[in-house]
């Protein structure tokens, strides 16, 4: 079973611009959470979709939104870049069903690495 | 507000020892407490995971202890080897209304000398 898979791994972007990234979560996964991780923050609740539904808000400016797709992948759009955003952000997908809101294990990508210039 | 807390920082420890790295939680509604271990380059990786109905759990080297009453858990790793070198990281949600979304601690880094 092929794991999560996010695009793109590297980029570079200047203060100002808008970047999104994207994630393909394991087969069969509905629920697709983003987390942000950096050296100063370590990893931070970003949002988490379920069935096209936002699901979860973590503590972000409205600058950074998401949304799911009816294949259930995912995009983050990051809108108005600063130098605060430069950092790993990691998708991550699970079977969490929507009946039944328990936490699962979290299968996460390896991460697109966004540097702002 | 930072609402799990994390040390050490860093661990380096011997092939064969104990690692121990330690969690400690503010929110009184965690009911879920996951373990991930992240090798450079990689996403994190679920270890173990433990819910307050039990106080210990154990999957082959790795134990997590849990105190309930101190709002305290801890990641014990036996026989520690250098492949087990990576950034540990102990998390904790509120099941039913938080789904995926976890609470990290900060990471702990492990070095296992050979």
């Known amino acids: 079973k092929a794991g999560v898979t996010q695009t793109p791994r590297y980029l570079i972007k200047t203060r100002g611009q808008q970047v999104t990234l994207s994630c393909s979560p394991i087969?069969?996964?509905?629920?697709v959470s983003w987390y942000q991780q950096t050296p100063g923050q370590g990893l931070q609740f970003l949002f988490e979709y379920f069935s096209e539904t936002q699901r979860n808000k973590g503590n972000f400016p409205g600058r950074f939104s998401g949304r799911q797709f009816s294949n259930s992948r995912s995009e983050m759009n990051v809108s108005t870049l600063e130098l605060g955003d430069s950092a790993l952000y990691l998708c991550a997908s699970s079977l969490n069903e929507l009946a039944i809101l328990r936490a699962g294990e979290l299968f996460f990508g390896e991460g697109s690495r966004l540097t702002v210039l | 507000q930072q609402q799990v807390k994390q040390s050490p920082q860093s661990l380096i420890v011997q092939k064969g020892g104990i690692s121990i790295i330690n969690c400690a939680y503010e929110n009184t509604a965690f009911d879920y407490f996951p373990w991930y271990q992240q090798f450079p380059g990689k996403g994190p990786a679920l270890l173990i995971a433990?819910?307050?109905?039990?106080s210990e759990k154990k999957e082959g080297r790795f134990t997590i202890s849990f105190n309930k009453s101190a709002k305290q858990f801890s990641l014990h790793i036996m026989d520690s080897q250098p492949g087990d070198s990576a950034t540990y990281f102990c998390?904790?949600?509120?099941?039913?209304?938080?789904?995926?979304?976890?609470?990290f601690g900060e990471g702990t880094q492990l070095t296992v000398n050979p």
């Open positions: 087969s069969g996964h509905r629920s």
């Open positions: 433990i819910r307050p109905d039990v």
């Open positions: 998390a904790a949600s509120k099941e039913e209304t938080s789904g995926s979304r976890l609470t």
